[in-house]
């Protein structure tokens, strides 16, 4: 059974200050990753990584994730690698084909975003370019000289089985109501896709709630945590840290996620159970 990990998603002011703070707090508690999303309102990812690697001394960084369509691949390669090389393989390459809201960064920023299957069929033509150019394969590109593990976030069938086939770590883009059925249902087609790599790919979820927290980001999307416990939705965790830990211990038994994440607002509240399941 794979053990747990960890990880904080940040995206707070872009204060050195504050930021440094964060990231140094997330170490301490004990968590596995600092994660930065990829949008226009919040920091630009790489240069967030950068801040915080750099204060930290086991602490991974790694995007959550990456607009693919936003990005050339090459220079994706380029930059994930130095940060790679300057913090001895501290680093993990999340990448996805875009959330709907990233057509309007895409038009902020002057570029083209695509139809989905353009943007899926984009991706998949990405990470395997990336994967080689980290690995070397190319003599005169700087390699990453590490191992950097590629997580593809994936929802539709075509990318999930595409993610079983390429990926390191699989991030599941599920709905907040999302509960355990419905998740292995999910999770089955991953299996079934993976073929000779079952058991080596890691299982990643966000969790979007601790307890009954309501965040105002949760109430401008129209979540009720209290409500999607009650559902059974595998987003959101309630009760004692011994009685969430128990929760996840299921819900790595029967669906086999190992890779929680949580928002940075609540990982002092949710320090108990990482704790409680660092050896779990």
């Known amino acids: 059974m794979r053990g747990f990990r960890f990880g904080v ?3 707070g002011p872009p204060d050195m200050a504050s930021w440094t703070a964060t990231a140094m707090r997330v170490e ?3 968590y596995d990753t600092f994660l930065v999303p990829d949008t226009l309102n919040t920091p630009a990812p790489l240069a ?3 801040a915080a690697a750099a204060v930290t001394s086991t602490l991974r960084v790694g995007t959550w994730v990456l607009c693919d369509p936003l990005r050339n691949p ?3 390669a380029w930059e994930i690698g130095s ?3 300057m913090t001895g393989g501290r680093v993990e390459l999340g990448l996805g084909a875009g959330r709907p809201a990233a057509g309007e960064d895409a038009r902020r920023l002057g570029l083209g975003f695509g139809t989905g299957s353009e943007r899926a069929r984009q991706l998949r033509a990405s990470v395997p370019l990336i994967r080689g150019l980290l690995d070397g394969v190319e003599p005169d590109f700087p390699s990453a000289g590490h191992r950097v593990p590629i997580l593809i976030a ?3 069938p075509r990318l999930l089985e595409f993610a ?4 390191d770590i699989i991030a599941f883009g599920w709905p907040p109501d999302t509960d355990e059925d419905r998740a292995r249902s999910i999770i089955d087609r991953v299996i079934a896709a993976d073929g000779e790599r079952a058991g080596e790919i890691e299982l990643a979820a966000g969790l979007i709630a601790i307890g009954d927290e309501q965040h105002p980001w949760l109430r401008r999307l129209g979540v009720d945590p209290v409500a999607l416990a009650a559902a059974g939705a595998v987003t959101v965790v309630t009760g ?3 009685k969430i830990a128990d929760t996840l211990l299921r819900r790595r038994d029967r669906l086999g996620l190992s890779y929680i994440t949580i928002p940075s607002a609540s990982a002092e509240a949710f320090a108990p159970v990482v704790e409680l399941l660092a050896t779990g």
């Open 9 to 11: 998603t940040h995206a």
């Open 28 to 30: 301490s508690l004990g």
């Open 48 to 50: 967030g990584l950068a």
């Open 74 to 76: 090459r220079a994706v």
């Open 83 to 85: 940060l790679a090389r």
């Open 154 to 156: 994936a929802s539709g």
């Open 164 to 167: 079983a086939q390429a990926a």
């Open 240 to 242: 004692s840290p011994r």
